[in-house]
T-cell receptor
Framework: AQKITQTQPGMFVQEKEAVTLDCTYD???????LFWYKQPSSGEMIFLIY??????QNATEGRYSLNFQKARKSANLVISASQLGDSAMYFC????????????FGPGTSLSVIP | NAGVMQNPRHLVRRRGQEARLRCSPM?????VYWYRQLPEEGLKFMVY????????ESGMPKERFSAEFPKEGPSILRIQQVVRGDSAAYFC???????????FGSGTRLTVV
């Protein structure tokens, strides 16, 4: 069964607009963490943001925020004020305490920012 | 403080040869993870190692693939008798304690010809 689902294979956003990338996850582990990574065309994996399952508030890092809805098992990434350099693949990922904390990645969403 | 170092960046092997991919974790990180990314796909977990121990190898193919993280030196992912289907980007990541996100290396792009 898919642990991480990203239903948007590709997204377009106008420069300076906000965009939401969807992520839903499946776990029965009460202790888990959720991540978003960015992979530009150069290929490296860049850590963006982390949300723990027990965190009371949604995580924010600069222009990135994570909309964490625990009951719905969703962890959407919101990028505000999109920039051309935001064009990349974005991966949602999860670690489960009962799985030795290894991180499992979703299939990714390709974001293109239009000038 | 150097990041996670992977080498080589690009590796070309003929079918049947061996491929050795090296990963030096960040200083102070004792947890190492290997992932494979096939073209146009996400990252697939392969193996999780701590010094001298394999913790979880549930994502490793049963044959031809092996990984180690010795007491001294880098972690090595070894692929014997490579086939075309092994062509992929192999990423290594490290963590100080297995939590709160990894730091990834730049990856090794393996091409089997």
């Amino acid at each position: 069964a898919q642990k991480i689902t990203q239903t948007q294979p590709g997204m377009f956003v106008q420069e300076k607009e906000a965009v939401t990338l969807d992520c839903t996850y499946d776990t029965s582990d009460p202790s888990y963490g959720l991540f978003w990574y960015k992979q530009p065309s150069s290929g490296e994996m860049i850590f963006l943001i982390y949300q723990g399952s027990y965190d009371q508030q949604n995580a924010t890092e600069g222009r990135y925020s994570l909309n964490f809805q625990k009951a719905r098992k969703s962890a959407n990434l919101v990028i505000s004020a999109s920039q051309l350099g935001d064009s990349a693949m974005y991966f949602c990922a999860m670690r489960e305490e009962t799985s030795y904390d290894k991180v499992i990645f979703g299939p990714g969403t390709s974001l293109s920012v239009i000038p | 403080n150097a990041g996670v170092m992977q080498n080589p960046r690009h590796l070309v092997r003929r079918r049947g040869q061996e491929a050795r991919l090296r990963c030096s974790p960040m200083k102070g990180h004792s947890h190492v993870y290997w992932y494979r990314q096939l073209p146009e796909e996400g990252l697939k977990f392969m193996v999780y190692l701590q010094k001298e121990n394999i913790i979880d190898e549930s994502g490793m193919p049963k044959e031809r693939f092996s990984a180690e993280f010795p007491k001294e030196g880098p972690s090595i992912l070894r692929i014997q008798q490579v086939v075309r289907g092994d062509s992929a980007a192999y990423f290594c990541a490290s963590s100080p304690d297995g939590r709160y996100g990894y730091t990834f290396g730049s990856g090794t792009r393996l091409t089997v010809v």
